[in-house]
């Protein structure tokens, strides 16, 4: 899953996380499945109401928990 996209697309480059709503539009996942992968492990922040995702760390826990064998 190619999550880099993601963050050419973030306007303001100095705030290097993306909310739950971008990443659900990216990757074109519901809520619940976003919420289901935060349950198990997907690493995120949490700020008031607010959920945030750092691009980086969620590419890294994709390619640790699911990796292509080829």
């Known amino acids: 899953m190619e999550l880099q996209s993601v963050f050419d697309k973030v306007k303001d480059k100095t705030f290097p ?3 739950m709503e971008n990443l659900m539009t990216e990757m074109d996942v519901s809520y619940s499945t976003l919420r289901r992968m ?3 492990g997907l690493p995120h922040y949490k700020r008031g109401k ?3 995702f750092n691009p980086n ?3 890294n826990w994709f390619d640790d928990k ?3 064998v080829l």
Do not use: A, H
């Open 17 to 19: 996380y993306i909310t």
């Open 50 to 52: 607010k959920i945030y």
């Open 57 to 59: 760390k969620v590419q």
């Open 66 to 68: 699911y990796s292509v």
């Open 38 to 40: 935060m349950l198990e």
